[in-house]
């Protein structure tokens, strides 16, 4: 079923919303539009998140979208045991983090591996370290479209960088932290008034930013990550004996631990940064990562996977 769109939104205040709810409207200082009668919007968000930020997006977007009468499930894909049945949404979704300004590669195969369905509508958020996400919007709604998902509104939000894979990670106790946060927050409630109305322009959906991107992409995932990743990853002696606490958190079951103090990385590793940065010791080493900050968002708990 294809969304209901402004036309057919009554702007006023939904008398039905629970106090609680009417709280958060004033607070996001807007009137949201009501679905028409009889009518919930059932929404469903897909997002990946190595250290947080993503999730924490995730959550506004949810917390948002339900004070404008939608009902909205947040599912992590890393938690996902089998192909999610899409049929009962009529709007999806997907939030990641941008990895040298292009998809993750469990995400790409996420969307590809999903089914086909007709008049859906859609929604895309990428979390980033810097302000530009390049063409990766307009690659992501490439996607989503061959799948029959129309997406009406992609935006980037710029976050803390858990980059210490490529450069360094954000110090996690620094005010920037704090105030990318809450700008990220003011954002997304301007954001989702342009959900049910769709949004004109979208950020680097053009030839070049597309191209750029892959070109970026093409060089982390198929140059970096084969040639110059795997060697990098080590213990120090911080390890704890009795922990393993990266092996259960990688999304993609590449680290064992097979010893007290060792611990093995194969050769399927996302790049999510999750590992270095979530460690309990910060015994996780990559490359010359010993003096570098450990970022991970506040409220972020990593999924225990096995
Ligand atoms: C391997 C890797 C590559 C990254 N590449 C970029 C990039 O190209 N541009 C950017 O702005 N941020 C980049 N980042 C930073 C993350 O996109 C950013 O911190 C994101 O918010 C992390 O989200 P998460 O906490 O949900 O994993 C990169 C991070 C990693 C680990
Ligand atoms: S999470 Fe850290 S302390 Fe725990 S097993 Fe892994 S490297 Fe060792
Ligand atoms: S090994 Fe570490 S960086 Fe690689 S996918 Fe697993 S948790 Fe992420």
């Not at 959550?59 to 499930?73: A, D, F, P, S």
């Not at 929604?123 to 029959?148: M, S, Y």
Request: glycine share 6%; proline share 7%; with cysteine.
């Amino acid at each position: 079923m294809r969304l209901i769109t402004s036309r057919s939104l009554v702007r006023i205040q939904p008398p039905l919303l629970v106090n609680a709810n009417l709280k958060v409207c004033s607070f996001l200082r807007f009137n949201p539009p009501k679905a028409a009668k009889g009518t919930v919007i059932k929404g469903i968000i897909f997002y990946f998140s190595g250290t947080g930020n993503t999730e924490f997006v995730a959550k506004k977007y949810q917390e948002y979208l339900q004070v404008l009468g939608y009902e909205i499930t947040i599912q992590a894909i890393d938690s996902l045991k089998i192909t999610p049945n899409i049929e009962n949404y009529n709007l999806i979704g997907v939030g990641f983090p941008l990895y040298a300004w292009n998809l993750p590669i469990n995400v790409r195969k996420f969307i590809e591996q999903l089914p086909n369905c007709q008049n859906k509508d859609g929604f895309i958020f990428v979390t980033a370290g810097g302000p530009t996400p390049l063409g990766a919007l307009g690659i992501t709604k490439d996607l989503l479209k061959k799948k029959g998902i129309k997406v009406l509104s992609a935006e980037c939000l710029e976050m803390p960088s858990n980059d210490n894979i490529l450069f360094s990670a954000a110090d996690p106790k620094s005010a920037r932290v704090q105030r990318l946060r809450q700008k990220a927050q003011e954002r997304i409630k301007r954001i989702i008034k342009t959900i049910p109305i769709g949004q004109s322009k979208i950020h680097g959906d053009n030839q070049f930013m597309k191209l750029l991107s892959r070109l970026t992409g093409f060089w982390l995932n198929k140059i970096y990550r084969p040639y110059f990743h795997y060697h990098k990853f080590y213990v120090d002696e911080k390890c704890l004996p009795n922990c393993r606490f990266c092996e259960q958190i990688c999304p993609v079951n590449n680290i064992k631990k097979l010893a007290p103090q060792t611990v093995v990385f194969d050769r399927t590793c996302i790049l999510c940064a999750r590992c270095i940065n979530c460690c309990p010791v910060s015994a996780i080493q990559y490359g010359k990562s010993k003096n570098k900050h450990r970022f991970q968002d506040p409220d972020y708990n990593p999924p225990l996977l096995r």
